[in-house]
């Protein structure tokens, strides 16, 4: 509806230092090949060179792309399928799964319940995926109790494609573990009935694109991000004091890392700022796969990391600690992990 109006609510006007730049030079991103490390005869020498440009990547920006990935094209065609089903829905049907204030699932349109200011051009619908034995299905179920059984198809298609996610992530796992020096399963384990969170986002055309942001610029506070963009350019990183771009590639996924992994990695590995454009022809619309650890397990590197020269950079936190503070304390940005430090310091850890 917003998008029929011949100008932007000024909640929607981004300040002239945070307004977007809409031709942002390419940023260079490795190009990681999985097919040889995912085979079951994998050779020393392709795990090696994967695990070596994921560290120069990690170091630099924390952005890498992966292809050969083992995650078939129907399944990912299907998602965005059926994600363009649910943003057809009328908006009432849309709000029967609004989010509640200080939750991180359900549908959000532009964070309104959240924030009266730089609000973001997009809908999301998010929710909660577990690789837990005991809750085996906790994606369609979700659809199906949430919007009717008549959604099952839509939950059957995103349980299989949070499964696959997760499944590729614990193998990326391995690859920042070799990478880092630590053990090849210490990450995959960590991560292993992971509590995760899938997201659907769709950026709707927007009449003046250079005033506005479809996402603001923040860091993930969450530990991997795997993303598949359409074809729509919009990704732009923050690297060397200048916005990037990163162009769609239908066969890749987009992988960065987000804040609790940089505390994992005691800040070797960097979460990096980023964001989202829009523009006036064409909507836009993306999946991002969320890893996170078990609520309750506690984030803090592994002692291989450590050194009388290298002291713990961020104190021990659970996952459930950091989604608190940026659900209901603090709007993410490039600051987070920095500010949660400081809120954890000041208030006993139960």
């Known amino acids: 509806m917003l998008n029929l109006q011949a100008t932007i609510p000024n909640q929607f006007i981004w300040p002239d230092d945070e307004k977007p730049c809409t031709e942002a030079p390419e940023l260079d991103v490795p190009l990681i090949d999985l097919q040889n490390f995912l085979s079951a005869s994998s050779s020393p020498s392709a795990t090696l060179e994967a695990s070596r440009l994921i560290s120069e990547a990690c170091s630099k920006h924390g952005f890498f792309l992966v292809v050969n990935h083992g995650i078939s094209e129907e399944l990912i065609s299907d998602a965005h399928e059926c994600m363009a089903r649910f943003y057809d829905m009328p908006p009432s049907e849309k709000q029967k799964v609004q989010r509640k204030p200080g939750e991180s699932c359900g549908y959000a349109s532009s964070f309104t319940g959240r924030f ?114 359409d074809h729509v350019n919009g990704l732009q990183v923050f690297v060397d004091n200048q916005w990037r771009s990163i162009s769609p590639n239908p066969k890749a996924f987009v992988v960065n890392i987000g804040d609790t992994f940089m505390a994992l990695s005691n800040n070797i590995y960097k979460s990096c700022l980023h964001r989202a454009v829009v523009n006036s022809q064409s909507e836009r619309k993306s999946l991002a796969f969320f890893l996170c650890p078990k609520k309750y397990r506690v984030v803090k590197p592994p002692r291989e990391l450590l050194d009388s020269n290298t002291p713990r950079r961020y104190p021990d936190f659970t996952w459930s600690m950091l989604l608190e503070f940026t659900q209901k304390h603090y709007r993410a940005d490039m600051n987070t992990l920095q500010a949660f430090s400081d809120w954890l310091t000041k208030k006993p850890i139960k």
């Open 116 to 229: 009266s200011t730089k609000l973001p051009w997009k809908e999301t619908l998010s929710f909660r995926f577990c690789d837990d034995k005991n809750s085996p299905n906790t994606v369609q179920d979700y659809f199906c109790d949430a919007l009717g059984h008549e959604f099952l198809p839509l939950g059957k298609v995103y349980q299989e494609y949070c499964e696959e996610m997760s499944s590729l992530s614990l193998k990326i796992m391995e690859l920042l573990g070799l990478s880092l020096g630590v053990s090849r399963d210490y990450f995959r384990e960590f991560f292993e009935e992971n509590d995760s969170i899938m997201r659907l986002n769709y950026y709707p055309p927007c009449q003046k694109p250079n005033l506005t942001l479809g996402t603001g610029p923040h860091c993930d506070p969450t530990s991997l991000t795997i993303l598949h963009q």
